[in-house]
């Protein structure tokens, strides 16, 4: 069984979905295949060009209240980071030898990120990622400002939309999709009925 995961750094409830399929991928045996796309672009695609929940204060006060409650019962950390520059974090993911460490990349970027409240666009923070997966930081940092990784980026972001994926975080078994960390229940659902022996 192979999972697609479609998210973007800057959302905290795709945060809260990425610890929920890690462990349901433990439980279950399924594969999960990666993909940080452009959240605003997915949105702006179908016409959803209202305010985002973070200028909606009255939605937003309930918003940080609900994710509590999710990280609470996931017993993870939550902690919002000061701004929502995603796009290098996300395209790093395209980054050649990210391609068989997606799953720890991802987790340490979230980490960073949703559990300890670090600036996603922070050089620190990209520090911290090449010292744990040991890559050359000079390095990573040239491929996020080349062109493969925009053209990378766009494409992923792209493909999504032509998938119709409209928010995030969204994930995929075969042709059936389920937005939200909400609905990871109905995943799990599926996976009791149809990997059980
Ligand atoms: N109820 C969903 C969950 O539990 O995950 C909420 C997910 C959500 O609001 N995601 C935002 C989104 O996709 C990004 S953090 N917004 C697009 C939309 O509302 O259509």
């Given at each position: 069984?192979?999972?697609?995961?479609?998210?973007?750094?800057?959302?905290?409830?795709?945060?809260?979905?990425?610890?929920?399929?890690?462990?349901?991928?433990?439980?279950?045996?399924?594969?999960?295949?990666?993909?940080?796309?452009?959240?605003?672009?997915?949105?702006?695609?179908?016409?959803?060009?209202?305010?985002?929940n973070?200028?909606?204060?009255?939605?937003?006060?309930?918003?940080?209240?609900?994710?509590?409650?999710?990280?609470?019962?996931?017993?993870?950390?939550?902690?919002?980071?000061?701004?929502?520059?995603?796009?290098?974090?996300?395209?790093?993911?395209?980054?050649?030898?990210?391609?068989?460490?997606?799953?720890?990349?991802?987790?340490?970027?979230?980490?960073?990120?949703?559990?300890?409240?670090?600036?996603?666009?922070?050089?620190?923070?990209?520090?911290?990622?090449?010292?744990?997966?040991?890559?050359?930081?000079?390095?990573?940092e040239?491929?996020?400002?080349?062109?493969?990784?925009?053209?990378?980026?766009?494409?992923?972001t792209?493909?999504?939309?032509?998938?119709?994926?409209?928010?995030?975080?969204?994930?995929f078994?075969?042709?059936?999709?389920?937005?939200?960390?909400?609905?990871?229940?109905?995943?799990?659902?599926?996976?009791?009925?149809?990997?059980?022996?």
């Amino acid at each position: 069984v192979m999972v697609d995961f479609y998210f973007d750094f800057l959302s905290p409830f795709s945060y809260l979905a990425n610890h929920r399929l890690s462990v349901l991928a433990g439980r279950y045996g399924f594969s999960i295949q990666y993909h940080a796309i452009d959240l605003a672009r997915a949105k702006t695609a179908i016409g959803n060009i209202g305010p985002s929940n973070r200028d909606l204060k009255v939605k937003l006060d309930y918003l940080k209240v609900d994710l509590q409650r999710w990280a609470d019962l996931y017993r993870i950390p939550l902690v919002f980071p000061p701004n929502f520059n995603s796009r290098r974090v996300n395209a790093g993911l395209y980054y050649p030898a990210a391609r068989e460490r997606a799953a720890e990349y991802v987790r340490l970027v979230f980490d960073s990120a949703w559990g300890k409240g670090w600036a996603l666009d922070a050089d620190s923070l990209l520090a911290e990622v090449c010292d744990k997966l040991n890559w050359d930081l000079g390095e990573f940092e040239d491929f996020l400002n080349s062109e493969n990784a925009a053209k990378a980026y766009d494409e992923e972001t792209q493909a999504a939309i032509d998938r119709k994926v409209f928010g995030v975080p969204t994930v995929f078994w075969d042709d059936q999709m389920w937005w939200g960390n909400d609905r990871l229940f109905m995943l799990e659902s599926r996976l009791q009925k149809e990997t059980q022996p």
